[in-house]
């Protein structure tokens, strides 16, 4: 193992950059996706933050794989994608709980699929999945809540996920009908027209807080289509559903990607 790599697995990124232009549901849709344009990431270069000890130590990652760091505080929630290398676009996901004892397996390994330029640092227009240590804050889906306890959004036609880079409302949800959007719809992904991927899918709170215009938009884990991602984690429609009827907000969920 390199001495960079051991540093990367140690200590995943908590805030690097992701995704394309359009979103990473649009492989669902029927149209093919207009080409990515990268865009440059507006301001700063972005700060990093790696999530391990001593900062947020909330009891350590006894039970975790290997190389996954310690999670943020108050977490007794975590989700785990861990891919063989940057270059891989196919890995696994489990669901792990804390308990006194440490972490425990609450969701038995699956496969996924990540995006097809593998995981890394990455920016819109790139079909990278991103490194890192993210919240997961709510939920949306084509089909009516399974059962989950997080904020869950039913969508339709006129649901969003704006990124547009030259728009406020960057890497937002936002309602509207078609035509009548504030943003530049070309450059943003209705939820409700991707198609099976969207069925049910999870929010993961990347490049949220501050939201920086270019770093990445629409982020999620969501149904497998069977068609090569474009920086989302996918993963089969069962295991989607299950993964929601685990989650609990109360518990702080998080996911951590990153390198086995």
């Not at 996706?33 to 350590?60: E, F």
């Not at 084509?142 to 969508?155: E, S, V």
């Not at 992904?189 to 969207?198: A, F, H, K, Q």
Request: hydrophobic residues 35%; aromatic residues 6%; contains cysteine.
């Amino acid at each position: 193992m390199s001495v960079s790599r051991n540093l990367v697995r140690r200590g995943v990124l908590a805030a690097a950059l992701v995704l394309v232009a359009a979103g990473c549901g649009q492989q669902g849709q029927s149209a093919a996706p207009s080409p990515a344009r990268a865009v440059p990431v507006s301001g700063a270069t972005p700060t990093t933050h790696t999530v391990g000890q001593p900062v947020n130590y909330d009891g350590g990652n006894a039970g975790l794989p290997a190389g996954v760091p310690v999670p943020p505080a108050g977490t007794d929630q975590l989700v785990t994608v861990l891919v063989a290398g940057p270059g891989s676009t196919s890995g696994s996901l489990q669901a792990w709980q804390r308990s006194g004892a440490g972490w425990t397996s609450a969701l038995a390994p699956v496969q996924v699929r990540v995006g097809t330029q593998g995981v890394g640092q990455t920016r819109e227009g790139m079909n990278r999945t991103p490194l890192g240590t993210f919240g997961l804050p709510s939920a949306f889906g084509r089909q009516a809540n399974p059962g989950t306890r997080m904020p869950y959004r039913q969508i339709g036609a006129s649901d969003w996920w704006v990124s547009d880079t030259n728009s406020a409302q960057y890497n937002t949800y936002q309602h509207c009908a078609p035509g009548t959007c504030p943003f530049d719809e070309g450059a943003g992904e209705n939820l409700g027209r991707v198609g099976t991927s969207y069925d049910y899918a999870i929010v993961i709170g990347y490049n949220t807080a501050p939201v920086r215009r270019g770093a990445g938009s629409a982020f999620f884990v969501h149904v497998d289509a069977g068609i090569p991602s474009q920086g989302c984690v996918e993963t089969p429609r069962n295991s989607v559903v299950a993964l929601l009827k685990w989650l609990d907000p109360s518990r702080r969920p998080n996911i951590t990607i990153g390198y086995r």
